[in-house]
């Protein structure tokens, strides 16, 4: 009997494969069209690139992150009503106009309460902002990762000396009170503040890195990557 030529044998086998493999080929399910918002002041303007970053390195480049802060700004001015507010929410819808879900709110801020006094009710205010935030976007619901301010920092003599610092910080630990969707996180370990030039409070890119990071770790506890 005459041997088949090695290419009629090859020719065969992969046809053979094929018909084992009939059929449609397996569709895969679209990456989810999520948002994360980040919001507060000076820090978290310096910061959104980082979170940028980490947010595309865990959940792929299909979810927006939008960079909301406003620098120097104390949480009453973003209350509801206020310009910052509105311009937050406005960017957002815009994104919900394009199919994506609010996932979860990044909250960095309370330096400037810190350093100027501005309230004595900063954890209720805090709250007033993200509790209504959220209602305006469409997920009342949504997880929120914000920071407390971490170790007051050292600064040169002659500058305001962030006189309402650990009033800040403990209402910041207060905000979490009865709030199962809140996770703060605590810069202390991760602080280090840029003391050689003003407003002496802002994160150097080290520490920004350092913070976005564990932020997007405590993300994946709400938000599992599909």
Same mark, same amino acid.
């Given at each position: 009997m005459?041997?088949l ?18 059929? /449609?080929?397996? &569709?895969r399910?679209?990456?989810p069209l +999520? ?10 303007v ?5 979170l940028v ?13 939008i960079? @909301? ?5 104390n949480?009453?001015? +973003?209350q509801?009503?206020?310009?910052n507010?509105?311009? @937050?929410?406005s960017? =957002?819808?815009?994104? *919900? #106009?394009?199919?994506y879900? =609010?996932?979860a ?17 900063? #954890?209720a205010?805090?709250n007033t902002?993200l509790?209504?935030f959220r !209602?305006?976007i469409?997920n009342?619901? @949504?997880?929120? &990762?914000?920071?407390?301010?971490g170790d ?8 305001q000396?962030?006189?309402? +610092?650990?009033?800040i ?18 810069? #202390?370990?991760?602080? *280090? ?5 003003? /407003?002496?409070?802002?994160d150097? /890119? !080290? ?8 932020? =997007?770790? @405590? *993300?994946?506890?709400?938000?599992p990557? /599909?």
């Amino acid at each position: 009997m005459k041997k088949l030529p090695n290419y009629l044998i090859a020719l065969v086998i992969v046809l053979a494969l094929l018909s084992a493999h009939d059929g /449609p080929l397996p &569709v895969r399910a679209a990456p989810p069209l +999520w948002a994360f918002v980040v919001v507060g002041q000076s820090n978290a303007v310096l910061m959104c690139p980082y979170l940028v970053d980490d947010i595309a390195a865990v959940y792929g480049t299909s979810p927006r992150t939008i960079c @909301a802060g406003v620098n120097g700004s104390n949480i009453a001015s +973003w209350q509801p009503g206020q310009p910052n507010y509105y311009s @937050a929410v406005s960017q =957002v819808q815009a994104a *919900i #106009a394009d199919g994506y879900t =609010v996932k979860a709110v990044i909250f960095n801020h309370g330096e400037n309460d810190a350093e100027f006094a501005s309230t004595t009710n900063y #954890a209720a205010q805090a709250n007033t902002f993200l509790d209504a935030f959220r !209602a305006a976007i469409g997920n009342q619901y @949504a997880y929120v &990762v914000y920071t407390q301010l971490g170790d007051k920092p050292v600064i040169p003599a002659g500058f305001q000396n962030f006189v309402n +610092w650990n009033v800040i910080r403990t209402a910041q630990h207060e905000m979490r009170a009865n709030r199962p969707t809140y996770f703060m996180i605590d810069k #202390a370990p991760y602080d *280090i503040y840029d003391t050689q030039s003003p /407003p002496y409070a802002h994160d150097t /890119p !080290a520490a920004q890195s350092l913070i976005a990071n564990q932020i =997007v770790r @405590a *993300i994946q506890f709400f938000v599992p990557v /599909p």
